[in-house]
């Protein structure tokens, strides 16, 4: 009895092949009906390229309608802000990403049998080098937190500890040899004139800023004052990893942003997150998106009371997801961690110079970013002073003073020239 119903469970290879290939043409669209567009963020939300939200009507293979909705990410149309990207390749090397190395992960998960899933958007497709077209994470429940209030702790222990894990799955395809370094072995701040240009700029502004904070700030305001190409060579020599050092391939613009986090509606707690915008990755110490994570998404509280809390939360994810992904070699402790962190807190010293203003301030009757870039290469053209269309050093957000003034304090035991 029980060898016939084995056989009848016996299943035809070429009826399983039809009822599969039935299946994905019911439920795949094959004309879209309607749809409209809309912006996908707001102003000041974004700043490398224009998102749009795309909501369509289709028919699927069975006759019935859906609702889709997708995320186009264009490249900037504008004369500045498109040169700026193409410059520094800023859709080249996303593309790359999304065709050459998240596949790789992909295929890395499958491997090992993880069940945790991706921790990225699902790319849809792209056009050379200009476009990318992806899944509306916001369908799925996905958020992203406020820029201007930040993260507390438990959500800042799930994003860091999600860091690792992109950081494990990166550091075995290093070890493989599947990523492309002739693309991603330098940054993007290596390639362009982008630091030369704002961080004289930016540190200037600074020290004007100090000026109000107090006597117990002269010092760190005298030693800033002096050192912004110290800063940069610095900073640019941190980027390069030395061959002792725990290098992967960094997301790059760890920011509030750019993680996509659905929480549990009944506990609120965080329980998968995305990453969006891989557009400047590249191989560094690991510890550059944990200072610029820190320092750009993370309330100042929890930064000063709980970092070494974050650092072990991160040093035991990667340790655990290193070994499930098969990593063939020494795995830092978290006092490795620290020390790197404490060897390269430059990182943290600059993405506060440059990027923490910006992506944490705020932005009432700023000009559009094409208009401050343009006033500031025309000035430059006729050898002028750049106008100060835009002072982000001027602090309307106290929560960004704090940030800055925390990594000013770690950033006190660089040695700076005095």
């Not at 201007?148 to 800042?156: C, G, I, N, P, V």
């Not at 500890?161 to 550091?171: D, T, Y």
């Not at 941190?238 to 050092?245: H, I, V």
């Amino acid at each position: 009895m029980g060898s016939q119903s084995e056989e009848a469970m016996e299943l035809n290879a070429g009826w399983l092949e039809s009822l599969l290939k039935r299946k994905a043409f019911e439920e795949s669209p094959t004309r879209v009906v309607d749809f409209n567009i809309a912006d996908g963020v707001g102003k000041w939300e974004n700043y490398l390229s224009k998102i749009k939200r795309v909501s369509a009507k289709v028919a699927l293979g069975s006759g019935r309608t859906r609702t889709v909705s997708l995320i186009i990410k264009d490249q900037h149309r504008t004369v500045y802000l498109k040169n700026m990207s193409q410059n520094n390749g800023y859709f080249f090397r996303e593309i790359m990403m999304y065709r050459d190395i998240i596949p790789k992960m992909d295929d890395l998960l499958d491997e090992m049998k993880d069940d945790e899933g991706p921790l990225w958007a699902k790319c849809l497709g792209y056009r050379l080098y200009d476009q990318l077209v992806f899944e509306d994470l916001s369908a799925s429940g996905h958020v992203v937190a406020d820029r201007k209030q930040l993260m507390d702790l438990e959500t800042s222990k799930f994003v860091v500890k999600s860091i690792a894990r992109f950081h494990a799955l990166s550091k075995v395809l290093l070890q493989r040899g599947e990523i492309p370094l002739d693309v991603f072995s330098e940054s993007v701040w290596c390639k362009s004139e982008t630091l030369e240009r704002m961080i004289p700029k930016y540190t200037s502004n600074l020290v004007k800023a100090m000026e109000t904070w107090g006597h117990e700030w002269k010092d760190a305001k005298e030693r800033l004052a002096v050192s912004p190409q110290d800063v940069i060579e610095k900073f640019k020599k941190a980027l390069k990893p030395e061959p002792t050092d725990f290098s992967v391939l960094t997301h790059g613009d760890c920011w509030t942003n750019n993680f996509l986090i659905r929480y549990d509606k009944e506990s609120k707690e965080p329980r998968a997150m995305k990453f969006v915008d891989l557009q400047i990755s590249s191989v560094a110490p690991c510890t550059y998106d944990l200072h610029y994570f820190l320092v750009t998404s993370v309330k100042p509280e929890v930064q000063q009371e709980h970092e070494e809390l974050l650092l072990k939360c991160y040093s035991d994810s990667l340790k655990s997801n290193l070994m499930k992904f098969g990593f063939e070699g020494p795995i830092p402790a978290v006092a490795e961690v620290q020390a790197t962190m404490d060897k390269t807190a430059v990182f943290r010293l600059v993405t506060s110079l440059l990027i923490t203003p910006i992506v944490t301030g705020i932005h009432d009757d700023v000009p559009d970013l094409e208009e401050i870039i343009a006033e500031q290469v025309e000035a430059m053209a006729k050898g002028e002073p750049a106008p100060e269309t835009w002072n982000v050093h001027e602090y309307k957000n106290e929560i960004t003073k704090n940030l800055v003034q925390n990594s000013i304090k770690l950033a006190h035991d660089i040695p700076l020239p005095r």
